[in-house]
């Protein structure tokens, strides 16, 4: 079966700082890879996509990056953090296919910035 | 574009009382949609979708093309259903990539 994992839980850095968040998916090959923010009131906002290694697509301009470097490895990135960049960043995997893929997440990382 | 209303930010109801999420969806195409649940210190969860037809955890989802509505209902509400709901609305955007658009989400309180 695959999984997804999700790292770190909960990470506080001071504002300028640089981010790295990783996510790493088993269990299967060339899936499709999100990002998301989750905030209260306001849903599941989609940042970036990848259908493979190498290729992403922005969904929203933005203070982050990501990356694909390898086929089951996801990661979003900052080189000067925000404080609007606070959050909950969610990564997620899909098979891929044209119709009726949901969507598996991992356990999402809690971003603060101070 | 596609878009997602989930009219109700939070829901409250007694244990034993139907339960109905509302979500309403805008789209131009076919729409495919999903219930995606989060139980309190768990992970965003696939609950159910459209195309399956079933029943999980004694919840259904029809689809209603003509009201464009994507309703989740449960006929007698448990403490166990506290969480917050998801619609969603998938769409195949090409170049391989399937997307879903979320609402932003219901959160029920199941009094007991």
């Known amino acids: 079966s695959q999984t997804i994992h999700q790292w770190p839980a909960t990470l506080v850095q001071p504002v300028g700082s640089p981010l790295s968040l990783e996510c790493t998916v088993e269990?299967?090959?060339?899936?499709?890879l999100y990002w998301y923010r989750q905030a209260a009131g306001r849903g599941l906002q989609l940042l970036f996509y990848?259908?493979?290694?190498?290729?992403i697509s922005s969904e929203v301009p933005q203070n982050l990056s990501a990356s694909r470097p390898q086929d089951r490895q996801f990661i979003l990135s900052s080189k000067k953090l925000l404080l609007s960049d606070s959050g909950f960043y969610l990564c997620?995997?899909?098979?891929?296919?044209?119709?009726?893929?949901?969507?598996?997440f991992g356990d999402g990382t809690r971003l603060s910035i101070l | 574009a596609q878009r997602v209303t989930q009219p109700e930010k939070l829901l409250s109801v007694f244990k034993g009382a139907p339960v109905e999420l509302k979500c309403n969806y805008s789209?131009?195409?076919?729409?495919?949609l999903f219930w995606y649940v989060q139980y309190s210190r768990q992970r965003l969860q696939l609950l159910l979708r459209?195309?399956s037809r079933e029943s999980i955890k004694g919840f259904t989802a029809d689809l209603n093309k003509g009201e464009t509505s994507f309703h989740l209902k449960k006929p007698f509400a448990q403490e166990e259903d506290s969480a917050m709901y998801y619609c969603?609305?998938?769409?195949?955007?090409?170049?391989?990539?399937?997307?879903?658009?979320f609402g932003k989400g219901t959160k029920l309180s199941v009094i007991p």
């Open positions: 997620a995997w899909s098979f891929k296919g044209k119709s009726n893929q949901p969507q598996h």
């Open positions: 269990g299967t090959s060339n899936p499709n």
């Open positions: 990848s259908v493979g290694i190498g290729q």
């Open positions: 789209y131009s195409g076919s729409p495919e």
């Open positions: 459209h195309i």
């Open positions: 969603a609305l998938g769409v195949y955007s090409g170049a391989g990539s399937y997307q879903l658009t």
